[in-house]
């Protein structure tokens, strides 16, 4: 009977028993039985028994580097066997560097090229399900052999009856369901593991995979990537005035959730340059103009590629560089470009006062630190890196200290934080693989002030006068409502007062002029200021110089005084 309700609830959580038994056979067999025993996790399956281990997980005499890297292998291995979505896992793993040890990063790396493609024939079926047509009525060729493959998807090369050669994205058959199966498995498994190995909750693999689970819902859907595809090239557009990048068309008529077309760059990636002389000199500059403009894309526009390494940089044939890979971008909030923008001016101005209340801004924290403290030691984790060349700047470690800096005063960033110092690692790996030597904070520094005086410019200051306008005349108007609501919601429980003072009219009309007085002054301050954001850039010689705009404005706010003046006579 036991049995039967073991199975029974086992179902319950799980919903393919069969895929569970698989996992845990993998993870024992790969040296976590241990761990499986010490949770109880064989025991939820009746009949379940462990594989012989070919590793040991615990090993008193390794160091600490010796056993991280154990670990990682033992993962590594275990993702390999397990498939797409624990290989996608490990991929994730591996960008971690702010919390993970660099052993085991190391090891999971390794991942990012073991992923085993589909047979042709599946590929075949979901292009021609999803397009409603034969292969051959669509493309004049397809080479059966995939150029690219992926957790989610496999990449061949073709060619339209145009004559246009293409990529032709494929998504892998059921690769949706199986990744919502071993989600649900791993998490489960995970949570139970946390609770008996400090080393596995150090990992934070739960937060981790709640993570992976929802940035790969958006991966899973190809028409969210050609979408950003398409945004990505129409922002270059505007900045890239020599068309140094080279971002892929989409041809969206034959472009679905499960098949995306896109124009085919013939091109060499970066990561097989290994010297700057392979790569050729004229090629440096347009790596580091390059580099330019996605620092632009991320501080101005908000809207990036995160995932840059030399993988997805390619040097084409006509010397340009192409982007391809768009399903994994980053956003920036208003908010949260601005802040980067402080932060990162901060840094180069040497301004570690403001740089500690721009993470104070944007940080998760219970209790604010001791702000002279964090100072210090942000001061001391950064500063020797400030003014290295790419050569010599280690910008993982840079980023690990700073991230160990912040968790010593209990200060968390945001998920979105660690996308965009991910986003600038990969930047930094480009440069250091062909022996580039750039220096980031100099390529940051031509472009920062540029963007300070763009977000303290007069539309913006303008848009932000507004809203504190509002804001002001929104409180100055609900104040008298709830003063009202509540006397009414107080005299339905007929609660009753005399209050009795002596000149209470005259006191109430202060009180009233007073209120009413400080609404026009906060109004006139706007007004003044609205109208001086108009002359801000503007040589005056004589006052026919100076807009209609700002005479209005500061018209009615010279209205607005006298009436305060006004009232303060009577």
């Not at 991929?91 to 052993?103: G, H, N, V, W």
């Not at 959730?257 to 440096?284: I, T």
């Not at 209990?410 to 693989?433: C, N, Q």
């Not at 706007?526 to 503007?538: D, E, K, Q, T, Y």
Request: charged share 25%; glycine share 6%.
């Amino acid at each position: 009977m036991d049995i039967i309700k073991t199975g029974i609830g086992i179902s319950k959580t799980i919903k393919n028993v069969s895929r569970f038994r698989e996992i845990l056979t993998v993870l024992s067999r790969h040296g976590f039985s241990e761990l499986i025993v010490k949770s109880g996790l064989d025991k939820l399956i009746p009949g379940f028994v462990l594989p012989a281990r070919v590793s040991q997980l615990k090993n008193e005499a390794l160091s600490s580097e010796e056993w991280w890297q154990i670990f990682g292998t033992q993962l590594r291995l275990s993702f390999e066997e397990l498939g797409p979505s624990f290989i996608k896992v490990g991929q994730l793993m591996a960008t971690r560097e702010d919390i993970l040890e660099p052993s085991m990063i190391r090891e999971l790396k390794l991942l990012q090229n073991k992923v085993k493609g589909i047979p042709f024939e599946a590929a075949r079926q979901v292009i021609e399900d999803n397009l409603g047509k034969k292969l051959e009525d669509v493309f004049l060729s397809v080479d059966p052999v995939a150029i690219g493959t992926a957790s989610i998807g496999v990449v061949y090369q073709a060619q339209l009856h145009t004559g246009q050669k293409v990529v032709v994205k494929v998504r892998r058959p059921n690769i949706a369901r199986t990744i919502l199966t071993d989600f649900e498995i791993l998490l489960f498994i995970v949570d139970k593991l946390e609770k008996v190995s400090s080393e596995i909750k150090f990992l934070g693999m739960s937060k981790m995979i709640s993570d992976f689970f929802k940035s790969t819902q958006t991966e899973l859907n190809f028409m969210i990537e050609a979408q950003n595809c398409e945004r990505l090239r129409k922002n270059l557009e505007v900045i890239d005035k020599d068309g140094y990048l080279v971002v892929p068309k989409v041809f969206k008529e034959y472009t679905t959730q499960e098949v995306l077309v896109l124009e085919f760059l013939d091109g060499r990636p970066f990561n097989e340059f290994h010297s700057m002389q392979e790569l050729g000199l004229d090629m440096v500059e347009k790596l580091e103009k390059s580099i330019q403009l996605f620092t632009h894309t991320l501080l101005a526009d908000g809207f990036f590629h995160a995932d840059l390494h030399g993988g997805n940089f390619f040097v084409l044939k006509d010397r340009r560089i192409g982007i391809i890979d768009f399903g994994l971008m980053g956003t920036l909030s208003k908010k949260n470009r601005a802040n980067l923008i402080s932060i990162l001016y901060a840094v180069i101005t040497y301004n570690f006062d403001n740089l500690v209340y721009e993470f104070l801004d944007v940080a998760e924290y219970e209790s604010v630190p001791d702000h002279e403290e964090l100072i210090r030691d942000i001061k001391d984790a950064i500063s020797p890196y400030i003014g290295l060349s790419i050569k010599e700047t280690n910008m993982t470690e840079l980023v690990r200290n700073l991230i160990r800096t912040l968790s010593k005063h209990e200060l968390y960033l945001p998920r979105e934080w660690f996308i965009i110092f991910r986003a600038l690692m990969t930047l930094d790996g480009v440069g250091k693989s062909i022996g580039m030597d750039l220096n980031i904070f100099q390529v940051l520094e031509k472009d920062l002030p540029g963007l300070v005086n763009e977000l303290l410019s007069k539309d913006n200051a303008q848009e932000e006068l507004m809203w504190v306008a509002k804001d002001v005349i929104s409180s100055l108007r609900i104040v008298p409502k709830h003063l009202k609501w509540f006397l009414k919601e107080s005299s339905k429980n007929n609660y009753s007062a005399e209050i009795r003072i002596r000149d209470l009219d005259r006191l109430s009309r202060g009180i009233n002029r007073s209120f009413y007085t400080l609404g026009l002054s906060l109004m006139a301050c706007v007004f003044i200021l609205c109208g001086s954001l108009f002359v801000r850039n503007i040589e005056i010689v004589k006052l026919s110089d100076i807009p209609v705009i700002s005479w209005v404005f500061w018209g009615i706010a010279t209205y607005m005084m006298g009436r305060v003046a006004l009232l303060r006579k009577y």
